[in-house]
């Protein structure tokens, strides 16, 4: 009986391994389990060992690790083969006459328009219910097609929504309707009628088609666009195919909550007449700290794109008053958990004569808002209850806990370091067991007054203890931090010892140090990650799955 000391070891990295040139060891290893498991033929001679972040060893995969690759191989073989049967029957069967026969005879089917028929109005999906009775013509893709003897029933997409279309009678016999594939783009002239109660499908109606013609046909067979995805599809296949991902209902839902989202931020702010600015996004200062900078050559100098747009926005605080931007920021995080990414959208705003109560105010009712414009939206709310049924508003006040009682409650419960030794004040609290204390106490919390020294050189002190910052984290369950933010520096001697004690040169920080010469003001402002507040309020498992094209340490295509 082989042990693990006697099996041979595969190597997979899924930061930088490859599927298509790696060998399995340690130099080249491959991008997935999947493909370790494909090139040994899943014999239990062969040991996986993984890595996942840089700089660390491999490891053993984990028991879940290899069940679901495991799970995907036995899938795939058991797809190969079923295609070699099908082939090898394909060749031994005699060719079905009837059905070429058939397909032939589709050639000679043409339809026609009845030029006698009222003028067709075009409309978007979203707008059929206004037409209805009415002769319409809507263009879209097939989402969805099921053939019967003498009737086609699809279901036409169009992004605006999904509409039922019924072809009957020579329009489901032509050539191009017994070829039809799902995701080809298709015009559709009908009338639109409304269903009984006993029926149903999308919006509570159909097109029944007079005329139609094929405007885009999408491949069949081995590039059919059921062959590229399904629901056992590898992340890693997903990821590549994100542009056709996105097509499917689920993503499409998100990717339209988002931008609902941001409108309801913007509609925050604009409420409170904070302007929108738009702040450069490449720069040649940091502000959270040089090991995250993604530099480049800017026209022979160093630049770098930009952490936050924070620092520009404090300059317009005296043209413009209180501002915000939702632009990207860019983080080289090297990391690939599920709430990091390389470039993400930042909700950032700043606040002139304001306490840190006022602050915290201010970040309260504003994901209180959000929250409440989603839900008073009919498409919204319904998008919403689809994909997380069980969302319940944060209502105010929300939980405020100073970071000394932080340490305290992990103490208390015992949530200690990986050494077995309790946090103390002064030491920077990680993930886990911030997301173990947030996702125990289960309603959101404003975690306030960090040291001064785990925080950044901006943030000013509590008048109250010198030792601790005016700053605060917002935390979510299921999520964990979603916000950060601060009161800023104030007064120009005690910006320059924050420089100081962060190691960083003042000099190009010039236009931001005049800040403080030139009319200081008491002022404050935050950052939120529109990334995690969507991944919070849609319960996604990852903040990839609220992103268009997600970009995080190992991926930046397509």
């Given amino acids: 009986m082989l042990t693990e000391t006697t099996k041979s070891l595969i190597y997979v990295c899924e930061i930088s391994g490859s599927d298509d040139s790696g060998d399995g060891t340690t130099s080249k290893p491959f991008k997935t389990p999947l493909k370790a498991l494909e090139f040994t033929k899943n014999s239990d001679s062969f040991s996986i060992k993984v890595r996942k972040v840089v700089g660390e060893d491999f490891a053993d995969i984990s028991g879940a690790g290899l069940k679901k690759a495991k799970k ?15 082939a090898a029957a394909a060749v031994a069967a005699p060719p079905v006459l009837d059905d070429a026969q058939k397909l032939e005879e589709s050639k000679k089917v043409v339809i026609k328009q009845d030029l ?3 003028e067709a109005a075009k409309i978007k999906i ?10 319409v013509v809507v263009s879209g893709w097939v989402h969805r097609n099921r053939a ?27 050539y191009d309707a017994l070829t039809l594939t799902i995701e080809s783009t298709i015009k559709v002239f009908g009338t639109l009628k409304e269903l009984p109660a006993d029926k149903t499908a999308p919006g509570g109606h159909e097109l029944v088609a007079d005329y139609w013609e094929v405007l885009g046909k999408a491949p069949g067979d081995v590039d059919a666009f059921t062959n590229k995805l399904n629901t056992e599809s ?9 542009h056709l991902v996105i097509r499917g209902e689920t993503a499409s839902k998100v990717l339209k909550m988002r931008a609902f989202v941001l409108r309801a931020f913007r509609e925050y702010f604009d409420k409170r007449a904070v302007v929108e ?6 720069v040649q200062t940091q502000v959270e700290g040089g090991s995250t900078l993604f530099a480049f050559d800017y026209y022979g100098e160093q630049a770098y794109l930009t952490q936050s747009s924070q620092l520009y926005l404090e300059t317009c605080l005296p043209a413009l008053g209180d501002v915000y931007c939702l632009a990207e920021s860019f983080r080289a995080e090297k990391s690939h958990t599920r709430r990091h990414l390389s470039q993400y959208t930042h909700c950032e705003a700043e606040l002139a004569f304001i306490t840190f109560d006022d ?14 414009a989603v839900q008073k939206d009919p498409e919204a709310s319904a998008a919403l209850k689809e994909l997380n049924p069980d969302f ?3 209502k105010k006040p929300f939980r405020r806990m100073n970071y000394a009682d932080a340490i305290k409650w992990l103490s208390d419960n015992k949530v200690y370091k990986d050494d077995g030794t309790p946090y103390e004040f002064g030491e920077d609290i990680p993930e886990k067991p911030e997301r173990i204390m947030t996702d125990t106490i289960n309603e959101p919390i404003l975690l306030c007054r960090f040291p001064a020294e785990i925080k950044s050189f901006y943030m000013k002190r509590d008048p109250k203890d010198t030792r601790l910052t005016e700053s605060v984290d917002v935390l979510m369950p299921n999520v964990g931090e979603i916000v950060g933010g601060s009161m800023r520096i104030s007064d120009l001697q005690e910006l320059f010892e924050g420089y100081k004690r962060e190691g960083i040169d003042p000099t190009p920080y010039y236009w931001f140090t005049d800040q403080r010469k030139y009319g200081t003001s008491e002022h404050g402002g935050f950052g939120l990650g529109i990334e995690r507040f969507l991944a919070w309020i849609l319960n996604r498992f990852s903040v990839r799955e609220v992103c268009l094209y997600p970009r995080f340490m190992g991926r930046c295509q397509p």
């Avoid at 009737?151 to 169009?158: E, H």
């Avoid at 602050?359 to 409440?372: A, R, W």
């Fill in 72 to 86: 995907t191989y036995d899938i795939n073989l058991k797809k190969a083969q079923k295609a070699q049967e099908a």
């Fill in 116 to 118: 006698s028929l009222p």
């Fill in 126 to 135: 979203r707008d059929a219910t206004d037409y209805r009775g009415k002769r």
């Fill in 234 to 242: 590898d992340p890693s296949v997903l990821l590549d195919q994100r």
């Fill in 148 to 174: 019967q003897k003498n009737m086609s029933f699809l279901i036409l997409r169009d992004g605006t929504g999904y509409l039922q279309t019924v072809l009957t009678g020579n329009l489901c016999k032509t």
């Fill in 359 to 372: 602050l915290l105010d201010f970040i309260e009712n504003m994901i209180v808002y959000v929250v409440e």
């Fill in 277 to 282: 600015v738009s702040p450069p996004l490449m």
């Fill in 392 to 394: 319940v508003a944060p």
